[in-house]
């Protein structure tokens, strides 16, 4: 069970079929105040986002990325298969 609520913003990016990528593009993290503190790694230029809590599984997910992935480096290297914090 979740005790803060977090969330990730998704970008909604068009593909050239007319389809739809879902982008993520940045995280959120709920306030006692039930506002939301979010932090963006992009903008998009359609301008379109989407905030949704994450999930369960999204957690799951990010625990089985950061299980397969490589060790890192000498103390305080950062691996660039890390994933990104929720």
Not at 67 to 79: D, Q
């Amino acid at each position: 069970m979740l005790h803060k609520k977090m969330f990730k913003i998704l970008a909604l990016i068009p593909k050239k079929d007319g389809g739809t990528y879902w982008m993520r593009i940045g995280s959120g993290y709920g306030n006692k105040d039930d506002s939301i503190n979010m932090f963006v790694d992009a903008i998009p230029i359609t301008g379109k986002l989407q905030l949704r809590e994450v999930t369960e599984e999204d957690l799951r997910e990010r625990e089985g990325r950061r299980s397969h992935a490589p060790s890192g480096g000498g103390a305080g290297a950062m691996s660039a298969a890390e994933p990104a914090p929720f």
